[in-house]
């Protein structure tokens, strides 16, 4: 018999405008990650290619603790290390995969890990499983973040403090002032967990990221996507070795799953070398930002000054009304609902790339001034 409850479910959500579906990508993007265009492009086609060529498999064949552990695999993690300047690597299958595997086993029941109010749900799931306690912080603010972890202290919190941040906020746009995050965990002998997802590849010297100048501390985790500004897939944790060799034998998620693709962990290697020297696209996307803060201020918009701008409706129903309109006139951009997103801040997440060019983004403002 089919289950009732999943059926009055998706209604309930449907009359609450938050039911869910899958559209295929049409028009101008204005919803990928794909930020330096790197997706689809020749060089990374080029690399599969040679991997294939060369014998790569397409599969591991089984855990990276079995059989799965190939040189692809090694390689890759060997590079990362070595291209973040971080003591080491761990490949895995995805940024989900990533923080839920880091949350979960990294933090001990004596621990504290203190969490931006904004982070993504992947750390969320994670945390779900961890045996730390869990507190959040007001988005940013370093200091709600220290006196959470003040009054642990004072109430006999003994272990160590996690502070978890995102650099750059996949739904705001907005960045952590990370320097002051790195100084809190210094101070307080707390561990710095960064997710790098939107900002790696885009930011800092060879696209290692906001965070770069702090990776291989002793007291940095910072995890890096690669599905995003590197084109293909997997993320990478990178940290102190001790940490890598303690997920490999106690994260169960990493134990006990398959290894990521062997062929999709060497174009990732390959990824990492053609974001390094891509200076000339960063600087494209650049200026599309700035041209993105122009046509959004132009319009009344506050610009966020990173490739991913917020354009907050409020409304649900409106919100996607709206992102499907600008989707019929050509432009994908997608409408961002609770629970994703706080309530009462349904938005289109507008994603500045390389995939659109500076006349898209002015018609693009124009479209949507004309709508609002
Ligand atoms: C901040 C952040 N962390 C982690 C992830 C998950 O990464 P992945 O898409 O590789 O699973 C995302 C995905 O959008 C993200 O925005």
Same mark, same amino acid.
């Given at each position: 018999m089919?289950?009732s409850f999943?059926?009055?479910d998706?209604?309930?959500?449907?009359?609450?405008?938050?039911r869910?579906?899958?559209?295929s990508?049409?028009?101008?993007?204005? @919803?990928?990650n794909?930020y330096?265009a790197?997706?689809?492009?020749? @060089?990374?086609?080029?690399a599969?290619?040679?991997?294939i060529?060369r014998?790569?498999?397409?599969?591991?064949?089984?855990s990276r603790?079995l059989r799965?552990?190939?040189?692809?695999?090694e390689a890759?993690?060997?590079?990362?290390?070595?291209?973040?300047?971080?003591?080491?690597a761990?490949?895995?299958g995805s940024?989900?995969a990533a923080?839920?595997?880091i949350?979960?086993?990294?933090p001990q029941p004596g621990?504290l890990?203190?969490y931006?109010?904004?982070?993504?749900?992947s750390a969320h799931?994670?945390?779900?499983? @961890?045996?730390?306690?869990?507190?959040s912080?007001t988005?940013?603010?370093?200091g709600?973040?220290?006196?959470a972890?003040d009054?642990w202290?004072?109430?006999?919190?003994k272990?160590?403090?996690?502070i978890a941040v995102?650099?750059?906020?996949?739904?705001d746009?907005d960045?952590?002032?990370?320097e002051?995050?790195?100084?809190?965990?210094?101070?307080?002998?707390?561990?710095?967990?960064v997710?790098e997802?939107?900002?790696?590849?885009?930011?800092?010297?060879?696209?290692?990221?906001l965070a770069?100048?702090?990776?291989?501390?002793?007291?940095?985790?910072s995890?890096?996507t690669c599905?995003?500004?590197?084109?293909c897939?997997?993320?990478?944790?990178?940290g102190?070795?001790?940490f890598?060799d303690f997920?490999?034998n106690?994260?169960r998620?990493f134990?006990?799953?398959?290894a990521p693709?062997?062929?999709?962990?060497?174009?990732?290697?390959a990824?990492?070398?053609?974001v390094?020297?891509?200076e000339?696209?960063?600087?494209?996307l650049?200026?599309?930002?700035?041209e993105?803060?122009?046509?959004f201020?132009?319009?009344?918009f506050a610009?966020s000054?990173?490739?991913?701008?917020?354009i907050v409706i409020?409304?649900e129903a409106?919100t996607?009304?709206i992102?499907?309109?600008?989707?019929?006139?050509?432009?994908?951009?997608?409408?961002?609902?609770?629970?994703?997103?706080?309530?009462g801040t349904a938005?289109?997440r507008?994603?500045?790339?390389?995939?659109?060019g500076?006349s898209?983004?002015?018609e693009f403002?124009?479209?949507?001034?004309?709508?609002l």
């Amino acid at each position: 018999m089919v289950s009732s409850f999943h059926r009055d479910d998706l209604i309930t959500l449907a009359r609450a405008h938050r039911r869910r579906k899958l559209l295929s990508p049409v028009g101008r993007d204005f @919803s990928s990650n794909d930020y330096l265009a790197f997706a689809g492009s020749q @060089s990374l086609r080029d690399a599969a290619v040679e991997a294939i060529d060369r014998g790569v498999a397409v599969g591991s064949g089984g855990s990276r603790l079995l059989r799965g552990n190939t040189a692809e695999h090694e390689a890759l993690e060997a590079q990362a290390a070595r291209f973040f300047h971080s003591e080491s690597a761990l490949f895995v299958g995805s940024g989900f995969a990533a923080n839920s595997l880091i949350f979960a086993t990294l933090p001990q029941p004596g621990d504290l890990i203190v969490y931006d109010t904004l982070i993504h749900a992947s750390a969320h799931e994670g945390m779900k499983l @961890s045996r730390a306690p869990c507190s959040s912080f007001t988005h940013n603010d370093v200091g709600a973040a220290a006196d959470a972890i003040d009054r642990w202290r004072a109430a006999g919190g003994k272990g160590t403090p996690w502070i978890a941040v995102e650099t750059l906020y996949s739904m705001d746009g907005d960045c952590a002032p990370i320097e002051d995050f790195a100084a809190l965990a210094d101070q307080v002998d707390a561990i710095l967990l960064v997710d790098e997802a939107h900002a790696a590849g885009v930011y800092g010297p060879g696209g290692r990221g906001l965070a770069a100048d702090f990776l291989g501390r002793e007291n940095v985790v910072s995890m890096v996507t690669c599905g995003k500004a590197f084109g293909c897939e997997g993320a990478l944790i990178l940290g102190p070795a001790v940490f890598r060799d303690f997920l490999l034998n106690r994260g169960r998620s990493f134990i006990f799953s398959t290894a990521p693709s062997p062929l999709i962990a060497s174009v990732v290697r390959a990824s990492l070398g053609i974001v390094a020297r891509a200076e000339d696209r960063r600087e494209r996307l650049r200026a599309l930002v700035v041209e993105a803060g122009r046509a959004f201020e132009r319009f009344g918009f506050a610009p966020s000054g990173t490739q991913i701008q917020p354009i907050v409706i409020g409304d649900e129903a409106r919100t996607m009304r709206i992102a499907e309109t600008l989707q019929g006139c050509g432009f994908d951009v997608r409408g961002i609902r609770p629970p994703t997103v706080p309530p009462g801040t349904a938005r289109l997440r507008m994603s500045i790339t390389l995939n659109s060019g500076e006349s898209d983004i002015r018609e693009f403002a124009a479209a949507l001034a004309r709508l609002l």
